[in-house]
Nanobody, 124 residues
Framework: QVNLVESGGGLVQAGGSLRLSCAAS????????MAWFRRAPGKERDFVAA????????YYADSVKGRFTISRDNAKNTVYLQMNSLKPEDTAVYYC?????????????????WGQGTQVTVSS
């Protein structure tokens, strides 16, 4: 059974930082694209960032570009999201996702595996 488990969420003041982790188990994802999405209250699940299997290629939503950094450690089967200069509008549940293929996508429907999510709340 494949599991993706996010951690690292919490409450932070605007301008602060958080680092999210997503640990995978049940199979290795070293040859698979992975990504982070988020869902704010009352909104759709939005793309945040994606990373290629070896980490050489990353892609970000315009809203987080320059503030967030996605990375991965394939030896630990883990993907990270470093979030700096957080804003209240970053408040959301953040989800880790993985695909069965190597190329990234910004569409939630293209991802085969999902974590349960971790809450990030940014206070003003």
């Amino acid at each position: 059974q494949v599991n993706l488990v996010e951690s690292g969420g919490g409450l932070v003041q605007a301008g602060g930082s958080l680092r999210l982790s997503c640990a995978a188990s049940g199979r290795t994802f070293s040859t698979n694209a992975m990504a982070w999405f988020r869902r704010a209250p009352g909104k759709e699940r939005d793309f945040v960032a994606a990373i290629s299997p070896r980490g050489g290629w990353t892609y970000y939503a315009d809203s987080v570009k320059g503030r967030f950094t996605i990375s991965r450690d394939n030896a630990k089967n883990t993907v990270y999201l470093q979030m700096n200069s957080l804003k209240p509008e970053d408040t959301a549940v953040y989800y880790c996702a993985a695909r069965d293929v190597s190329y990234v996508s910004t569409l939630p429907s293209d991802y085969n595996y999902w974590g349960q999510g971790t809450q990030v709340t940014v206070s003003s």
